[in-house]
């Protein structure tokens, strides 16, 4: 299997996050791509290379252009309100909520901070617009393997990307890859697409970017948002608007659930991404459902995420894997890659 690595993912490295109240050491760190691309290596899986640099074009048709702009130049908007901002991460104070207007951008930096963000657990830093940019590089080139013919391909990045929305920002992502590559499927022909999220928690940027649409079905399976983060997307009764109603499928979990009862979730999603037809499959593979995870709630263990590899594979699609989330560090790169070495194996 293919895999394209962000070379430059360790530049975006936040100091602190805000969780449950108080300021904590980040959770989503350098260390978890290290650890997959080791054990990549370990067993012989590749090629892991570098991947050319993709046109700008690919991100704005997914993310809004003045979201993009934002993005690109925050980092030294923060330096200019003053220099010691250097050593310190950039988190929002402000946000619009239910009856403010966001169409009109405001002009101080703090306020736009919180116009593109839903959360102040994902801190920008000097190098996060750098890492974000690298990580669509990865996801493009991906696709693009798959268009060429290959069966399966893994984008190997971070930050992650799927709960990153047309403009917003959250959840540890700024760029959501796994649209930018379903996207990219979709313009190189495949006629519909699916993107399956397998993360605990919801991927409400994915949702929120192809809602409305028909030709990309969008299957998620995850932590009960009435319990679990992100909270206000992922309900069931959530299937798409106008011409994508029916495109969207919401199979939310309760905290505590075993790989037994995670796994028919797993089958009902690859049902319905059958029916659909899909030509081309873009999985958001967080591997935060291990049990072990810090942050959420379900019950996998190391060998499961091999059968959730090999399901998968089951659905004979060219299939691009986007690494997204896992914050049992010592941990994440032995389920991530048994993830794709359960697909390899069925697959071959």
């Given at each position: 299997?293919?895999?394209?690595?962000?070379d430059?993912?360790?530049?975006?490295?936040?100091?602190?996050?805000?969780?449950?109240?108080?300021?904590?050491?980040?959770?989503?760190?350098?260390?978890?791509?290290?650890?997959?691309?080791?054990?990549?290596?370990?067993r012989?899986?590749?090629p892991?290379?570098?991947?050319?640099?993709?046109?700008?074009?690919?991100?704005?048709?997914?993310?809004?252009?003045?979201?993009?702009?934002f993005?690109?130049g925050?980092?030294?908007?923060?330096?200019?309100?003053?220099?010691?901002?250097a050593?310190?991460?950039?988190?929002?104070?402000y946000?619009?909520?239910?009856?403010f207007?966001?169409?009109?951008?405001?002009?101080?930096f703090i306020?736009?901070?919180g116009l593109?963000?839903?959360?102040?657990?994902?801190?920008?830093?000097?190098?996060?617009?750098?890492?974000?940019?690298?990580?669509?590089?990865c996801?493009?080139?991906?696709?693009?393997?798959?268009?060429?013919?290959?069966?399966?391909?893994?984008a190997?990045?971070?930050p992650?990307?799927?709960?990153?929305?047309?403009?917003?920002?959250?959840?540890?992502?700024f760029?959501?890859?796994?649209?930018?590559?379903?996207q990219?499927?979709?313009?190189?022909?495949?006629?519909r697409?699916?993107?399956?999220?397998?993360?605990?928690?919801?991927?409400n940027g994915?949702?929120?970017?192809f809602?409305d649409?028909?030709?990309v079905f969008?299957?998620?399976?995850?932590?009960?948002?009435?319990?679990?983060?992100?909270?206000?997307?992922g309900?069931?009764?959530e299937?798409?608007?106008g011409?994508?109603?029916?495109?969207?499928?919401?199979?939310?979990l309760?905290?505590?659930?075993?790989?037994?009862?995670?796994?028919?979730?797993?089958?009902?999603?690859?049902r319905?991404i059958?029916?659909?037809?899909a030509?081309?499959?873009?999985?958001s593979?967080?591997?935060?459902?291990f049990?072990?995870?810090?942050i959420?709630g379900?019950l996998?263990?190391?060998?499961?995420?091999?059968?959730?590899?090999?399901?998968?594979?089951d659905?004979?699609?060219?299939?691009?894997?986007?690494?997204e989330?896992?914050y049992?560090?010592?941990?994440?790169?032995r389920?991530?890659?048994?993830?794709?070495?359960?697909?390899?194996?069925?697959?071959?």
């Open positions: 299997m293919l895999t394209f690595l962000n430059r993912h360790a530049l975006h490295h936040g100091r602190q996050e805000m969780f449950r109240g108080e300021l904590v050491p980040c959770f989503e760190v350098p260390d978890r791509v290290d650890f997959v691309h080791r054990e990549l290596v370990a012989g899986i590749g892991v290379v570098t991947p050319a640099v993709c046109d700008d074009a690919w991100i704005t048709a997914i993310h809004q252009p003045r979201y993009v702009a993005l690109a925050a980092w030294a908007e923060w330096i200019a309100l003053d220099p010691a901002n050593a310190r991460d950039a988190l929002p104070s946000w619009p909520i239910r009856g207007r966001s169409d009109v951008e405001p002009q101080p306020a736009r901070l593109y963000s839903f959360d102040a657990g994902s801190p920008l830093t000097a190098g996060t617009w750098t890492a974000a940019r690298h990580g669509a590089d996801a493009v080139a991906g696709a693009n393997a798959l268009l060429a013919g290959e069966r399966s391909a893994f190997l990045t971070r992650p990307g799927h709960h990153a929305g047309p403009d917003f920002f959250g959840g540890y992502c760029l959501n890859n796994a649209a930018i590559a379903a990219r499927l979709r313009a190189g022909g495949a006629a697409v699916a993107v399956l999220d397998v993360d605990y928690h919801h991927g994915t949702q929120a970017i809602y649409r028909a030709d969008f299957a998620s399976l995850h932590g009960d948002p009435r319990t679990e983060y992100p909270y206000y997307l309900h069931a009764d299937r798409g608007a011409a994508g109603l029916g495109f969207n499928l919401n199979l939310p309760p905290r505590g659930t075993p790989f037994a009862r995670w796994r028919e979730a797993l089958g009902e999603a690859l319905a059958a029916a659909f037809g030509d081309a499959l873009v999985v593979l967080g591997v935060d459902t049990e072990g995870d810090p959420s379900f996998l263990q190391g060998d499961d995420f091999l059968r959730v590899g090999a399901d998968i594979a659905s004979g699609l060219p299939t691009l894997f986007v690494f989330g896992g049992a560090v010592a941990e994440v790169g389920n991530a890659v048994n993830v794709l070495e359960g697909f390899s194996q069925r697959a071959a």
